[in-house]
């Protein structure tokens, strides 16, 4: 972790909540669930873009630290004890999802947490004492260190900070043995076997480690939903956060953030631009298409994302040519922080 | 010439710009224009073009324009959550006209807070409470209360089993656990035979029709919407279970149905609470004229469903302006709460027939429906308005 990721990491904070001041209730709630999508981005880049489990629990994991975070809120805790409640409970959680990895791999895992996905959800929806079934449960307005969070804006320099700590915390992480580990599990799990390292080991601390933040995101989503319903955490929403950091850059350290303000304000986008237009209506219906069809570009085009189309153009605009490694392929998806070790 | 032309030009722009601005009333929408349930988004399209029928006829609301803002909630909660603060905050809506059953219960305390009069489309009883839930309103009778119309019309005929088929989410769940809690099927003397859930989205439901058939049920009441009805009378002809033995709510009752299934959707029953879109009333005529000038896009029964709640909202609004003195509050709170109070004091408010007079202090409207069965490919009323009271 360098001063100017700390500096670019509190940057982008401050011009959020500058965002969220001056914009008014709903944008203070667009800027918070661009805050939450992200941290909840960042969870899964370190499982799918740095350790390479692909998990499609996502959005179960999210709605563990939601209920978790709930729960123990509506039972009068204090609303930091409850993301970090959440937290917990979404790293225990997510160490289960992860149990499969030990001996699965590749597309037979992503199977695995497909199914774990379902479990979850068919779990929120008869665990009526703890979910409240199928109606949700309903969520009070938490106060954190005392302060009532009971406004939209109250709720967005929580997200921020933890935002801002997440990022930070998974950017040192990556620079500890632990974190390299990560890299060289996702580059060929018996290379990383040939040199020493315990690949169930380290998969297990990916798991743990990406629930703890997923849960805590999960907790953000419940306090600003104020609601914590089986509808909310489905497969969909999994595939919305998958959609983040592959459109973000996988495996990179801006590219969820990045993606997941593309995910949660592309919609935005289209609606307003479809109002200005007078054609609203037909593009609410070609919204799905363009959100399908933007993920297949990338794919093809710039599978490294929007972090390495920018990093593109920025050196394109001082005048350097982009060299081979940096230039859209279509092959791999390597990160160039990955490749730099 | 051509200097008189730009004189009057001017002389135009700066009476213009001297006349006071006229103040415009915004009204905020969403349905679900794409998702699951965009077959009966009828009421959104309705809602929406009886405000600019106002417009187009009377220069919108008590002479204030009528903005009518519609979006797409996608049947998509964190989407549905996103617009009502768009709604409320930023179009500063005088009233918001919502969509799922699930945002409505998401928001029902935020609505509070907001002070913002809320006509839900959905006929969830949980949030029909015009103490706890002041701003909430809908436009018909809830879902227990359609659930008890169809059972009554069975315990009428001498059936005695029933079996209930819903939705696992709090759509389907939600009011079928009331309606068995309530203990009203046995107070009418039925038999509750089975009750059978399936995924909202399921297309294959063949499963659950031969568990259907293994009950031997006199009535299977459907508490879904068109699409998933379309499921099951499909699977139901597969097993041989006849669409007579099915009524659905009042999201069944769509042409769709026939016109998919044809012969099988034959003697199909479903809840009717709005009259059909096409019949012979008052409103019609008012659509007829909007439609000569405008697309209507959907012409169902739903429509009909969305210019009834434009009659009521209107007559709200219009009825708060005039206590103000013929024009709107400028302080929106006052506009709201003034608005909530005259929704509630509309009596026996003319819709133009789509539905018996509305009298909106239970914040219901109407509670009367009727049955209606789809005889030669078009739903036919079985006999005269109920109260599901």
């Given at each position: 972790?360098?001063?100017?990721?700390?500096?670019?990491?509190?940057?982008?904070?401050?011009?959020?909540?500058?965002?969220?001041?001056?914009?008014?209730?709903?944008?203070?709630?667009?800027?918070?669930?661009?805050?939450?999508?992200?941290?909840?981005?960042?969870?899964?880049?370190?499982?799918?873009?740095?350790?390479?489990?692909?998990?499609?629990?996502?959005?179960?994991?999210?709605?563990?630290?939601?209920?978790?975070?709930?729960?123990?809120?509506?039972?009068?805790?204090?609303?930091?004890?409850?993301?970090?409640?959440?937290?917990?409970?979404?790293?225990?959680?997510?160490?289960?999802?992860?149990?499969?990895?030990?001996?699965?791999?590749?597309?037979?895992?992503?199977?695995?947490?497909?199914?774990?996905?379902?479990?979850?959800?068919?779990?929120?929806?008869?665990?009526?004492?703890?979910?409240?079934?199928?109606?949700?449960?309903?969520?009070?307005?938490?106060?954190?260190?005392?302060?009532?969070?009971?406004?939209?804006?109250?709720?967005?320099?929580?997200?921020?900070?933890?935002?801002?700590?997440?990022?930070?915390?998974?950017?040192?992480?990556?620079?500890?043995?632990?974190?390299?580990?990560?890299?060289?599990?996702?580059?060929?799990?018996?290379?990383?076997?040939?040199?020493?390292?315990?690949?169930?080991?380290?998969?297990?601390?990916?798991?743990?480690?990406?629930?703890?933040?997923?849960?805590?995101?999960?907790?953000?989503?419940?306090?600003?939903?104020?609601?914590?319903?089986?509808?909310?955490?489905?497969?969909?929403?999994?595939?919305?956060?998958?959609?983040?950091?592959?459109?973000?850059?996988?495996?990179?350290?801006?590219?969820?953030?990045?993606?997941?303000?593309?995910?949660?304000?592309?919609?935005?986008?289209?609606?307003?631009?479809?109002?200005?237009?007078?054609?609203?209506?037909?593009?609410?219906?070609?919204?799905?298409?363009?959100?399908?069809?933007?993920?297949?570009?990338?794919?093809?085009?710039?599978?490294?994302?929007?972090?390495?189309?920018?990093?593109?153009?920025?050196?394109?605009?001082?005048?350097?040519?982009?060299?081979?490694?940096?230039?859209?392929?279509?092959?791999?998806?390597?990160?160039?922080?990955?490749?730099?070790? | 010439?051509?200097?008189?032309?730009?004189?009057?030009?001017?002389?135009?722009?700066?009476?213009?710009?001297?006349?006071?601005?006229?103040?415009?009333?915004?009204?905020?929408?969403?349905?679900?224009?794409?998702?699951?349930?965009?077959?009966?988004?009828?009421?959104?399209?309705?809602?929406?073009?009886?405000?600019?029928?106002?417009?187009?006829?009377?220069?919108?609301?008590?002479?204030?324009?009528?903005?009518?803002?519609?979006?797409?909630?996608?049947?998509?909660?964190?989407?549905?959550?996103?617009?009502y603060?768009?709604c409320a905050?930023?179009?500063?809506?005088?009233v918001v006209n919502g969509?799922?059953?699930?945002?409505v219960?998401?928001l029902r305390?935020?609505i509070?807070?907001d002070?913002v009069p809320f006509m839900t489309?959905?006929?969830?009883?949980?949030v029909?409470?015009?103490?706890?839930y002041?701003y909430i309103f809908m436009?018909?009778?809830?879902?227990?209360?359609?659930?008890?119309?169809?059972?009554?019309?069975?315990?009428?005929?001498?059936?005695?089993?029933?079996?209930?088929?819903?939705?696992?989410?709090?759509?389907?769940?939600?009011?079928?656990?009331?309606?068995?809690?309530?203990?009203?099927?046995?107070?009418?003397?039925?038999?509750?035979?089975?009750?059978?859930?399936?995924?909202?989205?399921?297309?294959?439901?063949?499963?659950?029709?031969?568990?259907?058939?293994?009950?031997?049920?006199?009535?299977?009441?459907?508490?879904?919407?068109?699409?998933?009805?379309?499921?099951?009378?499909?699977?139901?002809?597969?097993?041989?279970?006849?669409?007579?033995?099915?009524?659905?709510?009042?999201?069944?009752?769509?042409?769709?149905?026939?016109?998919?299934?044809?012969?099988?959707?034959?003697?199909?029953?479903?809840?009717?609470?709005?009259?059909?879109?096409?019949?012979?009333?008052?409103?019609?005529?008012?659509?007829?004229?909007?439609?000569?000038?405008?697309?209507?896009?959907?012409?169902?029964?739903?429509?009909?469903?969305?210019?009834?709640?434009?009659?009521?909202?209107?007559?709200?609004?219009?009825?708060?302006?005039?206590?103000?003195?013929?024009?709107?509050?400028?302080?929106?709170?006052?506009?709201?709460?003034?608005?909530r109070?005259?929704?509630?004091?509309?009596?026996?408010?003319?819709?133009?027939?789509?539905?018996?007079?509305?009298?909106?202090?239970?914040?219901?409207?109407?509670?009367?429906?009727?049955?209606?069965?789809?005889?030669?490919?078009?739903?036919?009323?079985?006999?005269?308005?109920?109260?599901?009271?």
């Open positions: 972790m360098s001063t100017r990721h700390i500096a670019i990491a509190i940057g982008v904070a401050v011009v959020m909540a500058v965002l969220a001041v001056v914009l008014g209730r709903y944008g203070a709630y667009l800027v918070n669930a661009v805050a939450i999508a992200a941290i909840g981005a960042l969870s899964l880049n370190l499982l799918i873009g740095y350790c390479g489990q692909i998990s499609f629990a996502q959005g179960a994991l999210l709605g563990v630290g939601a209920y978790t975070a709930g729960n123990l809120g509506n039972a009068g805790l204090d609303g930091a004890v409850a993301i970090l409640g959440a937290g917990v409970l979404g790293a225990l959680v997510s160490a289960l999802i992860g149990l499969p990895a030990m001996r699965l791999r590749g597309l037979y895992f992503a199977i695995a947490t497909l199914a774990a996905q379902a479990i979850l959800e068919y779990l929120f929806k008869i665990l009526d004492p703890l979910t409240n079934g199928v109606s949700g449960l309903v969520i009070k307005p938490p106060s954190i260190f005392g302060i009532p969070m009971t406004s939209d804006e109250s709720l967005v320099l929580p997200s921020l900070v933890l935002l801002v700590i997440a990022w930070l915390v998974v950017s040192r992480l990556l620079r500890t043995d632990l974190g390299r580990a990560f890299l060289v599990v996702r580059e060929s799990e018996i290379v990383a076997k040939g040199m020493g390292i315990d690949v169930g080991h380290t998969k297990l601390w990916a798991f743990l480690i990406g629930g703890f933040i997923a849960g805590m995101a999960g907790a953000l989503i419940g306090f600003a939903n104020r609601l914590a319903s089986p509808e909310a955490f489905t497969l969909d929403l999994s595939a919305d956060y998958i959609a983040m950091i592959i459109i973000g850059g996988l495996g990179t350290w801006p590219g969820p953030i990045i993606g997941a303000a593309f995910v949660v304000l592309l919609p935005e986008v289209i609606q307003r631009v479809g109002e200005a237009a007078g054609i609203s209506d037909i593009l609410s219906a070609l919204r799905e298409l363009a959100f399908g069809l933007l993920i297949i570009l990338f794919l093809i085009f710039e599978p490294r994302g929007l972090t390495a189309l920018l990093s593109r153009i920025k050196l394109r605009r001082i005048g350097v040519v982009p060299p081979a490694g940096l230039r859209a392929t279509g092959e791999g998806s390597q990160s160039p922080e990955g490749r730099s070790r | 010439m051509k200097k008189i032309k730009s004189a009057a030009a001017l002389v135009a722009l700066a009476l213009a710009a001297a006349s006071p601005a006229k103040a415009q009333v915004n009204v905020c929408i969403w349905g679900t224009i794409t998702g699951p349930d965009a077959l009966v988004n009828g009421m959104s399209y309705g809602l929406r073009d009886y405000l600019e029928f106002l417009n187009q006829t009377q220069g919108g609301i008590a002479g204030s324009k009528v903005n009518a803002l519609l979006l797409d909630g996608r049947y998509k909660l964190d989407e549905e959550l996103k617009i603060r768009r905050d930023e179009e500063k809506a005088v969509w799922s059953t699930g945002s219960q998401a305390d935020q509070n807070t002070g489309q959905s006929f969830a009883s949980e029909l409470d015009p103490k706890k002041p436009a018909g009778p809830t879902y227990e209360q359609q659930m008890t119309i169809a059972f009554r019309d069975l315990a009428a005929k001498g059936g005695k089993k029933v079996l209930i088929m819903a939705p696992d989410n709090e759509y389907g769940r939600g009011p079928v656990n009331v309606v068995r809690q309530s203990g009203i099927i046995q107070k009418l003397g039925l038999d509750l035979v089975d009750t059978i859930e399936f995924r909202y989205d399921a297309q294959d439901l063949t499963p659950q029709m031969l568990r259907v058939k293994s009950r031997n049920p006199d009535m299977v009441y459907i508490q879904a919407s068109a699409p998933q009805a379309i499921a099951i009378l499909r699977d139901a002809a597969k097993v041989g279970l006849p669409a007579k033995l099915f009524v659905g709510n009042l999201y069944t009752i769509t042409p769709t149905i026939p016109e998919q299934l044809g012969a099988a959707a034959e003697g199909f029953r479903a809840i009717q609470a709005y009259e059909p879109y096409g019949a012979e009333i008052p409103a019609m005529k008012q659509i007829e004229q909007f439609a000569a000038k405008a697309t209507v896009e959907k012409k169902d029964i739903y429509f009909m469903k969305g210019w009834m709640e434009g009659i009521a909202i209107s007559a709200a609004i219009e009825n708060a302006i005039k206590k103000n003195g013929g024009h709107p509050p400028s302080d929106i709170k006052q506009f709201r709460q003034s608005v109070e005259q929704m509630e004091a509309l009596t026996n408010l003319d819709d133009g027939g789509i539905t018996p007079p509305l009298n909106f202090a239970n914040h219901q409207g109407s509670i009367q429906a009727r049955i209606a069965e789809i005889k030669d490919g078009k739903y036919v009323p079985t006999g005269e308005w109920i109260n599901a009271s």
